[in-house]
């Protein structure tokens, strides 16, 4: 008689109680910036290195396409074309959660279930109108509109009957409910930056200190002098078009003095440019986005195809990678609930640069170690016929260089040169 096993499954609830929390729990909060994670949202208007990062890295993540393996993946590609009544794709409403994701560290995906239970619909929903409940609270979520306030479950494969979010959160050790942004170390940047350019536009539309202060010593102006001067330092001292204005003060009393003391600080071009330049490294470095992507080339720097190409690898190894697979493992519990038995995975990154081997290659076989057709063959490209090698040399020269041209042309229309290897 085989012994049977007896498996007990035991309850028990986490020792950290919520008492602190009443009813929700609060975004992030800083006494000088307010809500973190509605100021996080709107950073991207104030620095376009910023706002492009997110955009980069939204794209390296969910928009490079996906591929559905299983046996539904006719009726699942079909479903995920149109997600929603807005018309929606998959692709649309996904690449709205992860930059919302990337911009505050939090993402949400509304799920909507049919009466039979099974997932039919699909929506983003931003995570500065999301609030989460403590534990032991009816539902995961209010969901804040209009001073509207709606309870939301958090996304299981059992119906409970309740509007569902998919929530993503980039946990950190800063705040144990919600997520925060990878890149914050760098808001003082993206602040300091802003800062800079308000203050040279500024300087050009109407600088915040005078310019020149005019000092009468033995005397006084009269009352039309001094209103003449008033006037022309308010109607002629502002804007790109009055600089270099001449105020001319006739006084006829040879004990009076006048002299104009300078106020304002000169405007360094240069400087301000290296303080810019410094924001925007910090900025692409936050991101952890190689700087080639973001469009900086760094004066001096290689610039080899191999360096690019490692920096290329670091970035979908570090950055993309990880949060792809966070994706997927989530999003493929969704799959499963639309009834679809498919798996879904995201198009990898390829870091593979062609220049980088077209360089490598042709170094092979200018040094003999390679022969053209071998290094044509692990680029990928067509073996050449024997008979357009073997051209026959013709005794006019101008013919051959008709022919020779024509036969060049019609091979950099395919891309496939010989001489293109390297180049």
């Known amino acids: 008689m085989k012994a049977q096993t007896i498996r007990t499954q035991i309850f028990k609830e986490s020792a950290q109680v919520d008492t602190q929390y009443l009813d929700e729990i609060q975004h ?46 006719t009726t699942a590609k079909e479903f995920l074309n149109q997600v929603n009544e807005q018309g929606q794709t998959f692709e649309e409403v996904l690449a709205r959660v992860v ?7 939090n993402g949400y995906l509304e799920i909507v279930r049919n009466k039979a ?14 609030t989460r409940r403590p534990r032991g609270a009816k539902t995961a979520f209010f969901y804040n509109s209009n001073y509207n306030r709606i309870e939301f479950n958090r996304f299981t494969e059992e119906y409970k009957g309740k509007p569902e979010l998919l929530d993503f959160a980039n946990y950190t050790q ?8 990878d890149w914050r170390g760098c808001v003082l940047d993206i602040e300091l930056d802003y800062y800079a350019s308000i203050y040279n536009q500024k300087f050009f539309l109407n600088s915040g200190v005078p310019d020149l202060a005019v000092i009468v010593e033995g005397g006084k102006f009269d009352e039309e002098t ?86 290329l690898k670091i970035f979908k190894e570090t950055v993309v990678n990880p949060k792809k697979t966070l994706l997927e493992i989530k999003l493929n ?77 019609k091979k950099m229309q395919e891309g496939k040169t010989i001489e293109n290897i390297g180049k």
């Open 226 to 311: 001094e209103k003449k001067i008033v006037a022309f330092f308010q109607n002629n001292l502002k804007g790109l078009n009055n600089f270099h204005r001449t105020l001319i003060l006739p006084i006829d009393d040879p004990s009076v003095k006048i002299r104009f003391e300078k106020l304002a600080m000169d405007n360094k071009e240069g400087s301000f440019d290296t303080l810019r330049a410094r924001c925007r490294d910090n900025i692409i470095s936050a991101h952890g986005i190689p700087p080639r992507i973001m469009g900086v080339v760094s004066s001096g720097s290689l610039g080899g195809g191999n360096e690019t190409q490692g920096q």
């Open 117 to 130: 239970g099974i997932v039919s619909e699909l929506y983003f929903c931003p995570s500065v109108l999301v």
């Open 333 to 409: 519990y969704v799959l499963k609930a639309m009834g679809f038995n498919v798996v879904l995975q995201f198009r990898e990154l390829d870091s593979d640069l062609q220049e980088s081997n077209s360089t490598y290659y042709s170094t092979l076989t200018s040094c003999g170690i390679l022969s053209i057709d071998e290094s044509r063959s692990a680029l990928g490209y067509n073996e050449p016929k024997k008979e357009d090698l073997n051209k026959p040399k013709k005794d006019n020269i101008a013919v051959d260089n008709v022919v020779q041209t024509q036969y060049n042309n």
């Open 28 to 73: 992030p909060y800083d006494s000088l910036r307010g809500d973190l994670l509605e100021y996080y949202n709107s950073l991207t208007s104030l620095n376009s290195f910023h706002a492009r990062a997110l955009r980069v890295k939204t794209d390296c993540i969910c928009n490079l396409g996906y591929d559905l393996i299983g046996v539904d993946t």
């Open 174 to 181: 800063n705040d144990v409910y919600y997520g925060l942004p």
């Open 99 to 105: 930059l919302d994701f990337e911009t505050t560290g």
